[in-house]
């Protein structure tokens, strides 16, 4: 393994992303096409000199960043010198806090159904986020089946995850919300509550900064990155987040243009590539406490459905062709088609089910009761119509920031 620090790209991002596009009211996304120059900065990149973990804060500030304190030592689980500044400031990207939603057919007027969406679903309320809206914002504090939730999207990672906003502290639970820090942890997403402003890596929801929060991990909940036309098939009433965000934006112009093919260097990653696959190897991860398992999209996509163990339970991961790239092609529709993923675990009231592909795209049989299963995992006909399998969390993402996250994981595929 080596350790790398793309220096050229930092000095691209921090011109770029410090000034707004014109026509933009606030910092937008800088645009990364210059960052496949990565250099390599030595094996003492990103090191400290003090890699102290901190409980308590000292010197420092309620309601103040501590970067915006002289002096200030906050609670830290992470060396503070590989907290990377990533160009705009807090909430330069800014999040959506009101968001607002139309319909499947005033979506159809400008998605196509390639178009890559996140999809989240809360006692049948059923909400789509495309990736042409969140690729220029991240974060959407939303309430969806009644419940708090902080959508986020870290295009650097194509990691799209859900999280519980109510938080059980000593003195009962708090509901935050949540702006995005302006800073990257692993070229991943920092984001920040901002009753405490307290920072947390969007990967694993955990609070690494500030002493309140330090070591906490937010709930996650299942979600799901569909194509539109999958999505709209599968739940024709779902809740669409429109364009109207209050923030004059390009939407479904993809800012990394290229960032995900073959050969690029992550950007603003000061970590130890692992090179038993490139950066930008696409899988599916899963993981339950200590124990991860990630599933290379080449094998995925060859197989269409993989069955893997984690912890105690047998899981299925499915695969169908259907959503383009939103960081390959300059237009995000037009992106090559990576397909949609999902993950169940693989029974039904305690009797295994075996799920092979269908001989329709995104659709599954299962081999013992030859019931048929689509991608939300609902059974659609035979002696189990309208079971549903138990979904469980799981990441698209890139081999270099899993493993950096999960380095103990292990690997299906390759």
Not at 366 to 390: H, I, N, V, W, Y
Request: net charge negative; charged share 25%; glycine share 10%.
């Amino acid at each position: 393994m080596r350790r790398i620090l793309p220096a050229l790209a930092v000095t691209a991002l921090l011109a770029a992303a410090c000034a707004a596009p014109s026509g933009t009211d606030e910092a937008a996304p800088a645009d990364t096409s210059s960052a496949s120059g990565a250099t390599d900065a030595g094996d003492d990149a990103g090191t400290s000199s003090d890699t102290a973990i901190r409980t308590e804060s000292v010197g420092c500030e309620d309601g103040e960043f501590f970067w915006e304190v002289d002096g200030c030592e906050p609670a830290t689980s992470i060396d503070l010198d590989r907290l990377l500044a990533g160009g705009p400031p807090p909430d330069g990207i800014p999040p959506i806090d009101d968001p607002v939603f139309e319909s499947i057919a005033d979506a159809s007027e400008w998605l196509e159904d390639e178009s890559p969406v996140m999809v989240v679903d809360v006692d049948d309320d059923v909400r789509a986020y495309p990736l042409a809206i969140l690729t220029w914002h991240e974060i959407v504090n939303d309430v969806v089946g009644g419940v708090p939730l902080l959508v986020t999207y870290c295009p650097l990672c194509n990691s799209a995850l859900v999280f519980e906003r109510i938080v059980d502290t000593p003195d009962g639970e708090v509901e935050l919300d949540f702006g995005t820090s302006g800073r990257l942890y692993q070229s991943n997403l920092v984001m920040y509550d901002r009753q405490y402003r307290n920072l947390w890596t969007q990967f694993e929801g955990e609070g690494i900064i500030g002493e309140r929060f330090l070591g906490t991990e937010l709930t996650r909940i299942p979600a799901w990155l569909f194509g539109f036309g999958e999505l709209r098939e599968l739940h024709p009433d779902a809740q669409m987040l429109s364009r109207d965000t209050g923030h004059n934006r390009d939407y479904g112009r993809n800012p990394y243009t290229a960032y995900d093919q073959e050969g690029r260097a992550p950007f603003l990653f000061d970590g130890e590539l692992d090179q038993r696959f490139s950066a930008m190897a696409r899988l599916v991860g899963l993981a339950d406490g200590d124990d991860a398992v990630a599933v290379l999209l080449e094998q995925l996509a060859e197989e269409r459905t993989v069955e893997v163990a984690l912890g105690d339970e047998d899981l299925v991961v499915l695969w169908a062709p259907g959503q383009a790239s939103a960081l390959d092609t300059a237009a995000i529709d037009q992106g090559r088609d990576v397909g949609q993923t999902a993950a169940f675990v693989a029974e039904l009231d305690g009797e295994p089910v075996e799920l092979r592909p269908g001989d329709v795209d995104g659709r599954f049989v299962d081999q013992l009761s030859g019931s048929t299963f689509d991608l939300r995992g609902r059974a659609l006909d035979g002696p189990l119509e309208g079971e549903q399998l138990e979904a469980v969390t799981h990441d698209d993402t890139f081999w270099f920031v899993w493993v950096a996250f999960k380095p103990d994981t292990e690997v299906v595929g390759g």
